[in-house]
């Protein structure tokens, strides 16, 4: 009832979508199941999740790790749903971040000051078109380091539904970063194989671990967004390029 509630005030933005559900059993990390890579959080870690929505995912992080830093981000009209569902939470803040919003993010850089951003977390993010560009722009905002020694680590969790559509966001990610599919298996059997996390199921699901690409910090990255997505700036060029990591991960059997 809740959720339908805000869904009639927020829209999309007031459902908890289904990548979320793996997203939060990833961080939360209960001891059922074994991750590889494990997601490490500490206490002096901070995260942000972007197109928070609901918060379900970074609310689970600040649950399960309350002496953290979790900074909820969306669109300013949705804030006031992150700030209701955010209470009780002492770690947590709530501030707006607009995809592709150079201000909004260096705001909360600025916030942070000297301390880095050590985890950002993205759940069920990769979807409309006209959006991918935008968020991958606001991934390098958030990922270049204020200091040389800082390193992000950007965790996503995503549903495939429209390839055709989806794939242009993981060809240009591909350029800027590494990445990884988080592998599972169960603690309570011996017997237990590594599988990819979020396989199998009513449509796949992946949960990525990402890092910037050290040599990209010296890439100029393009203000239209159809050449970023194209690829332009990537590897120091001007030329129209993808990374083709995502479609081998769809072709190849990655359990192991």
Same mark, same amino acid.
């Given at each position: 009832?809740?959720?339908?509630?805000?869904?009639?005030?927020?829209?999309?933005?007031?459902?908890? $979508?289904?990548?979320?559900?793996?997203?939060?059993?990833?961080?939360?990390?209960?001891?059922?199941?074994?991750?590889?890579?494990?997601?490490?959080?500490?206490?002096?870690?901070?995260?942000?999740?972007?197109?928070?929505?609901t918060?379900?995912?970074?609310?689970?992080?600040?649950?399960?790790?309350?002496?953290?830093?979790?900074?909820?981000?969306?669109?300013?009209?949705?804030?006031?749903?992150?700030?209701?569902?955010?209470?009780?939470?002492?770690?947590?803040?709530?501030?707006?971040?607009?995809?592709?919003?150079?201000?909004?993010?260096?705001?909360?850089?600025?916030?942070?000051?000297?301390?880095?951003?050590?985890?950002?977390?993205?759940?069920d993010?990769?979807y409309?078109?006209?959006?991918?560009?935008?968020?991958?722009?606001?991934?390098?905002?958030?990922?270049?380091?204020?200091?040389?020694?800082?390193?992000?680590?950007?965790?996503?969790?995503?549903?495939?539904?429209s390839?055709?559509?989806?794939?242009?966001f993981?060809?240009?990610f591909?350029? $800027?970063?590494?990445?990884?599919?988080?592998?599972?298996?169960?603690?309570?059997?011996?017997?237990?194989? $590594?599988?990819?996390?979020?396989?199998?199921?009513?449509g796949?699901?992946?949960?990525?671990?990402?890092q910037?690409?050290?040599?990209?910090?010296?890439?100029t990255?393009?203000?239209?967004?159809a050449?970023?997505?194209?690829g332009?700036?990537?590897?120091?060029?001007?030329?129209r390029?993808?990374?083709?990591?995502?479609?081998?991960l769809?072709?190849?059997?990655?359990?192991?």
């Amino acid at each position: 009832e809740a959720q339908d509630t805000a869904i009639a005030k927020y829209g999309i933005a007031g459902r908890v $979508w289904e990548a979320a559900y793996a997203m939060m059993l990833y961080v939360r990390d209960s001891g059922a199941y074994e991750f590889d890579p494990r997601f490490e959080f500490g206490s002096e870690s901070v995260a942000v999740e972007l197109g928070a929505g609901t918060g379900a995912a970074g609310l689970a992080l600040a649950a399960a790790h309350p002496h953290a830093y979790v900074a909820l981000t969306d669109l300013s009209e949705v804030c006031p749903l992150l700030q209701t569902n955010a209470r009780g939470y002492p770690g947590v803040s709530v501030r707006p971040l607009a995809w592709g919003c150079a201000t909004h993010a260096q705001a909360l850089r600025d916030e942070l000051g000297l301390t880095p951003i050590s985890h950002i977390i993205c759940s069920d993010l990769v979807y409309f078109p006209e959006l991918l560009a935008p968020l991958l722009r606001s991934l390098l905002h958030l990922t270049t380091p204020a200091s040389p020694m800082a390193s992000t680590q950007v965790v996503i969790s995503y549903k495939t539904r429209s390839l055709s559509k989806e794939t242009a966001f993981w060809s240009a990610f591909g350029l $800027w970063f590494t990445f990884t599919p988080v592998l599972v298996r169960s603690t309570h059997s011996e017997d237990s194989r $590594w599988e990819r996390f979020g396989a199998g199921g009513d449509g796949d699901v992946f949960v990525f671990v990402a890092q910037r690409k050290p040599e990209s910090f010296s890439w100029t990255v393009p203000e239209d967004d159809a050449a970023l997505l194209e690829g332009v700036g990537a590897r120091g060029t001007q030329e129209r390029k993808g990374d083709d990591a995502f479609e081998l991960l769809l072709l190849m059997n990655v359990d192991e």
